[in-house]
């Protein structure tokens, strides 16, 4: 019933905002140059949006004839960026949140990932949990993700992470996955996509269906040729695969999809971190345009690495993977990895006994690579920029915060000073999302109420859940498990981890 009268809520409130025309009037643009492919800034700039589209940018304060009913939004003194856009995330997965603060990949195979569930959520749990975590990006002023929904070991829970996806107002593209868990068989997997595929559902909507499968390789060839079918028959918005090479053993390469020929059509694949790629894997990626979801806290978290990423730029963008564990903004990310490639970068130079005469990577290239780079990823050219004709998901900055109080340069101050409580205002296909540092999400404190109780539910269960035990050989890829050192803040004999507080 709840899920019921949200999705009511959701839709009147899309339908009452719809067609209201809105001039952000007297902020810092950072605008996209298609000629030269680059950011501009226009400082006292603004921004008239139709619909679900940027009309005009104007590098002055727009003083022409307005539309009529407009509302006029005074940015003077704000930042205004493009919505970032994440390509990588498990929205389903926010109820786990804070429990897995020490975790390993091994770990979160084994403990928090799809073929473990075993009932552990019900469909409302999926609904509630997918919702709030969406609502927590679009607060965040993530207006794009890529939902790699491996929620789909049931109709039930589909349906629910799908209805979800909707009903938050995110532009979602929700990537039906394909996977051997146990009680939904692959027959019937194939059966809801269809069916889903089929119907009128998304019609009109931000959400697009797309494909998440992991069994390109290793996997079953007859199950491989049925979902590279599925997804030329459906021409999806997307396909996103896990690519773990090295010790990982969940391959799912660029040469592997080549070889299938899925790589080279006019369906975007995402590669999700892209762990260990090889030189051939790069020059493919170039060469048929597809991209990697670099997912830096995650690697850096889990232990994935990605030792050969900041090598591959050109072809990537960013994402978020679980954000129940660790930051769920793009900023973030951004920043992290441009502090990564720049550390890697000079350390090039410092281990041949040199010293560094210059910065390696700029603060507009780690805002690209959460910007433009998404829209690229995904074959939308009017999504992740601010410029005429593209798509209206927008972010508002408060530039005079504590924190970006007497910045010159936008780009630098969002990248290096921003956190979320800097975001005034979001929008999303035109539509405002958040406003005056508020989601505009009718009932959120019901919505908050029902998640905080999946939440308790979800966490009690899973606390009683025993640790897995991850000794002898990995079963992915048949290498050995090995301890890696602890470390520890106070001298003494503690293992490093001291107390969880759950």
Not at 115 to 137: K, R
Not at 405 to 433: E, M, Q, R, T, Y
Request: glycine share 8%; net charge negative; charged share 20%.
């Amino acid at each position: 019933m709840l899920r019921a009268l949200l999705s009511v809520a959701a839709f009147t409130a899309t339908v009452a905002a719809a067609s209201t025309p809105t001039l952000l009037s007297g902020g810092t643009v950072i605008y996209f140059d298609s000629d030269t492919e680059s950011l501009q800034v226009l400082r006292n700039g603004s921004i008239l949006i139709i619909n679900d589209t940027i009309e005009d940018v104007f590098a002055y304060s727009y003083d022409g004839t307005l539309p009529n009913g407009i509302k006029v939004i005074d940015t003077t003194g704000d930042i205004i960026t493009p919505g970032f856009i994440d390509t990588h995330r498990h929205g389903w997965q926010t109820a786990f949140k804070t429990l897995g603060s020490n975790t390993s990949l091994a770990e979160y195979f084994e403990r928090y990932g799809e073929f473990v569930v075993n009932g552990g959520y019900s469909a409302d749990d999926v609904y509630i949990s997918q919702l709030a975590g969406l609502y927590e990006a679009l607060n965040a002023g993530v207006t794009t993700i890529v939902d790699h929904a491996h929620h789909t070991w049931s109709n039930a829970t589909t349906d629910a992470g799908l209805d979800a996806s909707v009903d938050s107002g995110a532009r979602v593209f929700w990537c039906y996955a394909f996977h051997n868990v146990s009680k939904f068989s692959h027959a019937e997997q194939v059966a809801k996509f269809k069916d889903i595929a089929d119907s009128e559902r998304l019609n009109g909507k931000a959400t697009n269906l797309g494909i998440a499968y992991d069994g390109f390789h290793p996997g079953s060839v007859e199950q491989t040729e049925e979902v590279i079918s599925l997804a030329r028959e459906y021409n999806v918005s997307a396909i996103t695969t896990h690519s773990l090479q090295g010790v990982w053993g969940v391959i799912n390469s660029p040469e592997n999809l080549n070889d299938l020929g899925i790589l080279n059509t006019s369906i975007p694949v995402i590669f999700s971190h892209a762990s260990f790629l090889t030189p051939e894997g790069a020059q493919l990626l170039r060469s048929t345009n597809q991209y990697v979801s670099i997912t830096p806290e995650s690697e850096m978290h889990y232990g994935h690495d990605h030792p050969h990423n900041h090598l591959i730029q050109d072809q990537a963008a960013l994402g978020i993977d679980t954000h129940f564990t660790y930051s769920t903004d793009l900023v973030t990310q951004a920043r992290l990895w441009l502090q990564y490639a720049r550390l890697t970068l000079y350390r090039w130079v410092l281990q041949n006994w040199h010293v560094p005469s210059n910065n390696p990577m700029a603060v507009n290239q780690a805002f690209m690579l959460a910007t433009r780079n998404g829209g690229l990823a995904l074959r939308r050219p009017d999504l992740g920029i601010i410029a005429k004709g593209a798509k209206a998901d927008i972010v508002v900055w408060d530039g005079k915060s504590p924190g970006m109080l007497g910045w010159d340069d936008p780009v630098a101050a969002v990248i290096l000073h921003s956190n979320v409580g800097d975001i005034k205002h979001v929008l999303v296909d035109g539509k405002f999302v958040k406003r005056d540092r508020k989601l505009t999400v009718e009932n959120y404190s019901s919505i908050q109420q029902r998640f905080l109780v999946t939440a308790r539910k979800v966490q009690a269960e899973w606390k009683k859940r025993p640790y897995p035990v991850l000794e002898g050989k990995y079963a992915l890829s048949d290498y050995r498990y090995e301890t890696v050192p602890y470390a520890d803040t106070v001298r003494g004999d503690g293992n490093g981890y001291r107390n969880q507080y759950l």
